[in-house]
């Protein structure tokens, strides 16, 4: 089970582009790397999927680097509804397995105007 | 198309009492979880269903059961109610290959005292 590490908050401002890390240098070869947003008092909403180098849908981008051992969720041009906590996971889901389906505590991401 | 519902939205038990949380989904997939979120804290898998007929143990199962009732419908159980399981509650489904794309309920917010 690859354990993750993200920094428990940051702050940017609005327009602003905003990339936060995370870190899971014990990565297996057939993880995949997810991440949701949450807000307060809402459950989690997923985001972006990736496995290797760069993926980009209407709300973020992933980046991977080809070792894999960390990843950046980047979101482009934040407004202040996108104050919210930000969850990474890893891990591997095979036929319904729940390895890796751990949230961790996540980065608590505040823009400010 | 509702998604993933909860009920109750919000529910407050003496300790020693008994109730059962109740997730739908209208999504036809075949996983669906049972997540707890306290203050801070990341959310927790309790027990997930892979598919219709099976239920298996997460992190934290203990005080808990659950019934996957069918396809759609997946319940949660607290037998004897502890303070210690004052806590969000969120259900959630998935059916992507990876599984990591999971589709979160709103959550019950249950209070034992």
């Known amino acids: 089970l690859a354990k993750t590490t993200q920094p428990i908050s940051m702050d940017s401002y609005e327009g602003q582009e905003v990339n936060i890390t995370c870190s899971h240098n014990?990565?297996?070869?057939?993880?995949?790397i997810t991440w949701y947003q949450q807000f307060p008092s809402q459950g989690p909403r997923f985001i972006i999927q990736?496995?290797?180098t760069k993926v980009t849908n209407e709300v973020a981008s992933l980046f991977i680097p080809a070792d894999r051992k960390s990843s950046t969720l980047s979101l482009p041009r934040v407004s202040l509804s996108d104050t919210a906590v930000y969850y990474c996971?890893?891990?591997?889901?095979?036929?319904?397995?729940?390895?890796?389906?751990?949230f961790g505590k996540g980065t608590h991401l505040i823009i400010q105007p | 198309n509702a998604g993933v519902t909860q009920t109750p939205k919000f529910q407050v038990l003496k300790t020693g009492q008994s109730m059962t949380l109740q997730c739908a989904q209208d999504?036809?997939?075949?996983?669906m979880y049972w997540y707890r979120q306290d203050p801070g804290m990341g959310l927790r898998l309790i027990y997930y269903?892979?598919?219709?007929?099976?239920?298996d143990k997460g992190e934290v199962p203990n005080g808990y059961n659950v019934s996957r009732l069918n396809k759609r419908e997946f319940s949660l159980r607290l037998e004897s109610a502890a303070p210690s399981q004052t806590s969000v509650y969120f259900c959630?489904?998935?059916?992507?290959?990876?599984?990591?794309?999971?589709?979160f309920g709103p959550g019950t917010r249950l209070t034992v005292l």
């Open positions: 014990n990565i297996a070869t057939n993880d995949y």
């Open positions: 959630a489904s998935s059916d992507s290959p990876t599984g990591y794309e999971q589709f």
């Open positions: 999504m036809n997939h075949n996983s």
């Open positions: 996971l890893v891990g591997l889901y095979s036929g319904g397995g729940a390895d890796g389906l751990t």
């Open positions: 269903s892979a598919s219709e007929g099976t239920t």
């Open positions: 990736g496995y290797k």
